[in-house]
């Protein structure tokens, strides 16, 4: 949730703590099993502002968000970002025309 606080902090131009407050951001909806895979909220606030997004802005956001620590400790590079943030805004765009939200479903 690290990683995605810290991209709605570029994306929004709000900083990481401000990021991490909204509702549903970062709400844990499965059991916190070690073993098992964790479930949590994508906010409202990073859908909509991934919605309104053109390409250029989601490259441009990639560009930052591929400086993030958590990122370069995973090398993950801007072209990467970017194509990650593209598949992102547009799955946000088809679950805010079907009324739907985005969860994060992510395991060790």
């Known amino acids: 949730m690290v990683t995605l606080a810290r991209l709605e902090a570029i994306v929004t131009g709000r900083g990481y703590e401000e990021a991490g407050r909204p509702p549903r951001s970062g709400l844990l909806l499965s ?63 088809r679950a805010r025309s079907a009324g739907l939200r985005l969860y994060c479903r992510w395991s060790l």
């Open 31 to 93: 059991e916190a099993d070690v073993d098992g895979p964790l479930v949590f909220s994508v906010s409202d606030t990073l859908v909509n502002a991934l919605t309104a997004a053109s390409r250029d802005d989601l490259r441009r956001f990639a560009r930052s968000w591929s400086a993030t620590a958590e990122l370069r400790q995973n090398q993950v590079d801007a072209e990467t970002a970017a194509g990650a943030l593209e598949a992102l805004a547009g799955l946000a765009r």
